[in-house]
């Protein structure tokens, strides 16, 4: 029996030696290797710069920060997203106002945004939901009609694009996580990215403490101003080290997860009582396969605990993204009174659906295995 888990982060000698290196450089934050990094990244996406950040929920805060956002303020979220999405939005004090799905890709769904806005809008916080890129040309112009800011959440849309523009360069601001089963690791971490060289000037300054100088600039050492408040979010040079040596295998990667995501769809789109959630790349957009999300209707939606735990047994890993609309969750349910129903595309995604992994720890006859595992214990459950 294979065992093949839902992620599973790649690194090998090339980033154990890059951060042996960094420890034996005696030169931990501030150094060589996050400049590298940032610029490697800014080249990967097409961005002009990009800033290191401790994670992608902290790079959400930190421009919110930024925005001045404050109690009274709005900012529209998916109602289908990891619940970080939201506490960026709910650590400034703001209110996260959540939009329903659309059930097809699981994405926002944009018809519904502007029924959302009110004069206390400030922002959307747009995700990609599993990397499957939503229409940024249909958000770009409700945004710029009643004059919004655009985050991006692309904690799951390394590679994502629409129209030739990588995902996170659509809005005002795009953010990625390092965590370690996303498309590339940092163990921990995040990154953003902008058009705007001006705004991640200020985010470089704001991550670390508002200092105007960081520990390289410094004519005198120990000598620095704070113009402004700041936070400790930086990224760290031993994560820096491996990040670069992550973005070398990124392509390598990003290419074997469509490839696996392509095979296991077509092994499973005969597969009565199911649908595979997103891919659409006809509409000029290009997924970056985080996973595969299959979609059940009927009586498989109450039989979910089973195909988990029938798979689990046959050592097919799965997820399930995500358990409940972020609405849903005790937090925001208690506080702002939302119920199950207020989002019933979101829910019926999050309730009746399992993640398969694609990720390339996974080869062809990988893929085929839990193609026919996935039937195997389907057909059994009927």
């Known amino acids: 029996m294979k065992k093949i888990p839902f992620g599973k982060p790649i690194t090998g000698e090339e980033e154990e030696q890059a951060v042996v ?4 450089s005696g030169i931990m934050a501030h150094g060589p290797k996050i400049v590298e990094f940032e610029a490697g990244f800014a080249s ?70 502007e029924g959302l806005i009110t004069p206390a809008t400030k922002a959307l916080a747009i995700v990609h939901y599993l990397g499957q890129p939503i229409d940024m040309r249909k958000v770009v112009e409700i945004a710029d009609r009643h ?22 360069l659509w809005g005002d601001l795009g953010v990625f996580s390092f965590y370690p089963v996303k498309h590339m690791t940092t163990a921990e971490g995040g990154m953003v990215i902008s058009k705007d060289v001006d705004l991640l000037k200020a985010l470089r300054i704001k991550r670390a403490f508002g200092m105007d100088k960081h520990v390289g600039e410094r004519k005198v050492p120990g000598v620095y101003d704070v113009q402004g408040l700041g936070f400790n979010y930086r990224l760290n040079e031993m994560q820096a080290a ?14 074997a997860r469509a490839r696996n995501f392509k095979r296991l769809k077509a092994g499973l789109t ?28 009927g009586p498989l939606v109450e039989k979910r605990p089973d195909v988990i735990e029938g798979l689990k047994a046959l050592g097919v890993g799965t997820s399930i993204y995500y358990p409940r609309p972020v609405a849903e969750m005790s937090y925001y349910a208690n506080k702002y009174g939302y119920t199950e129903g207020d989002l019933p595309h979101a829910a019926a995604i999050a309730h009746g659906s399992i993640a398969l992994p694609v990720g390339p720890h996974m080869d062809e006859n990988d893929v085929d295995y839990v193609v026919e595992q996935v039937k195997k214990v389907i057909e059994e459950l009927r």
């Open 21 to 24: 290196e960094v420890i034996r």
């Open 242 to 255: 491996m990040g670069v040596e992550q973005l070398k295998r990124l392509p390598g990667f990003l290419k």
């Open 270 to 297: 005969s597969l009565v009582g199911t649908q595979v959630i997103g891919d659409e790349e006809d509409l000029g957009m290009i997924s970056s396969h985080y996973c595969l999300t299959l979609r059940f209707f």
């Open 147 to 168: 004059g919004l800011k655009i985050v991006e959440d692309c904690a799951l849309a390394f590679g994502s694009k629409i129209d030739g523009i990588h995902a996170g």
């Open 44 to 113: 990967f996406t097409g961005a002009p710069d990009s800033v290191g950040v401790s994670s992608c929920t902290a790079g959400m805060h930190l421009y919110y920060f930024h925005l001045g956002l404050g109690p009274g303020d709005e900012v529209i979220v998916p109602a289908m997203t990891h619940t970080a999405t939201a506490h960026a939005v709910e650590l400034t004090g703001a209110k996260p106002i959540f939009c329903d799905a659309e059930p097809v890709t699981g994405n926002m769904n944009i018809d519904l945004i």
